[in-house]
């Protein structure tokens, strides 16, 4: 049967901070998704990464649905509710629209969709971030889809040795979606090139050039371009299936061992390592650091198993020590050059108001 999945997910307030919703938020979304969803779904789970909550949810609607859409705004609104009643931080932040328009993005929340042709055992790693942006996914899945150094299946695998299409797209383009489809092998330097610019260009997609199936579908939305200012950052989620004609899923996992720099971390601003955690995690040290989780699901029928944290394993506890490091690394060097992001990033106005206001004091000397 064909199956579509589709994740869901905003920040509507949290306690203490940017840390984690509450347990009566989180309670309530999850409630009003299985009330409001009883004709409208196959399945949900509804999870929480930092400050946001994930609603995935499996039915037969197809992406870019309405009322899939409406369901997931609407729930979002019922933790709203909850948040303002308990005074949480940030209530309704990443709700941008007074009403809701037809479809949930560009409205706030981020979206990740994929509708396929179940197979006949169907794996997929639901990946969720907190404190980063979309392109934090950027070189784990470049690496895991396109460099054998990561995914040796790329030679082991014939299905795999075809390659595949990186469609990419340009996040700056705001009018309209900007994308370019890339292939792999053959054209891995011109990724390579959009890729190191990760506040820019972003892989929305990745499909098999062997079967055609959809392998990655990732939130591309830059809410600073929504907003037209600094409203938090655009925590992305991610959907990725695995095995068969896609890597394993411990191949999708390798490259997130680099814990490599992302843009974000405390008020969205800095540049900080990407550390990979247990389900429901919160954030700690700096607002951070960066954060990333991943729940592994069979999905048959549209029915969901269980999930596995992918994450919740001795190994990433060694990595994490390792990631730490680089955290505190980078950190000791407060404001000064990578450490933050450049001016153009820069989310919060105080910065580009400080520098108007100095302009005018420089003289030219003679
Ligand atoms: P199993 O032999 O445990 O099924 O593993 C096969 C595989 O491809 C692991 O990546
Ligand atoms: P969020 O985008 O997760 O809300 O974080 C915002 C922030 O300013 C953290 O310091
Ligand atoms: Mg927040
Ligand atoms: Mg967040």
């Not at 870019?64 to 209530?91: M, R, S």
């Not at 499909?207 to 809410?223: E, M």
Request: aromatic residues 10%; hydrophobic residues 40%; glycine residues 10%.
């Amino acid at each position: 049967m064909k199956v579509t999945l589709s994740v869901l997910k905003a920040d509507v307030g949290s306690i203490g901070g940017h840390i984690k919703p509450s347990r009566a938020l989180f309670d309530e979304v999850k409630r009003f998704v299985k009330e409001a969803g009883k004709n409208l779904l196959i399945d949900s789970y509804v999870s929480s990464t930092g400050d946001d909550v994930a609603i995935l949810t499996t039915h037969e609607r197809g992406v870019n649905d309405e009322k899939i859409h409406k369901l997931a705004w609407d729930a979002f609104l019922a933790g709203t509710a909850v948040a303002k009643k308990q005074g949480l931080y940030g209530a309704g932040q990443d709700l941008l629209k007074d009403s809701f328009s037809g479809n949930i993005k560009g409205m706030g929340p981020a979206v990740a969709e994929m509708e396929f042709e179940e197979r006949p055992n169907e794996p997929f790693v639901f990946f969720a971030a907190d404190k980063t942006d979309p392109g934090a996914y950027n070189l784990p899945f470049y690496l895991a889809f396109a460099d054998p150094m990561f995914n040796s299946g790329l030679i082991l695998s014939t299905k795999m040795g075809k390659g595949f299409t990186f469609r990419i797209i340009d996040v700056a383009h705001t009018e309209k979606d900007r994308i370019i489809d890339l292939n792999t092998p053959e054209d891995i330097y011109e990724i390579a090139t959009l890729l190191r610019d990760g506040e820019r260009y972003v892989i929305e997609s990745i499909f098999s050039r062997s079967t055609g199936g959809h392998g990655v579908s990732v939130s591309t939305t830059r809410l600073h371009n929504i907003a037209g200012k600094y409203t938090g950052k655009d925590d992305p989620v991610a959907l990725v299936r695995v095995q068969g004609e896609f890597p394993a899923t411990g191949e999708v996992l390798a490259p997130f061992e680099i814990g490599h720099y992302v843009a974000g971390f405390m008020r969205g601003s800095h540049n900080g390592p990407l550390m990979p955690c247990p389900l429901n995690v919160t954030v700690s040290y700096f607002d951070g650091p960066p954060v990333v989780t991943g729940a592994a699901f069979c999905v048959h029928e549209g029915k969901l198993t269980e999930a596995a944290d992918v994450f919740d394993h001795p190994f990433w506890e060694h990595v994490r020590g390792k990631i730490s490091e680089k955290a505190t690394a980078i950190r000791r060097q407060g404001f000064s050059g990578p450490a933050m992001l450049p001016y153009s990033e820069l989310e919060y106005g105080g910065v580009v108001e400080k520098l108007t206001a100095l302009d005018k004091k420089f003289k030219l000397r003679d």
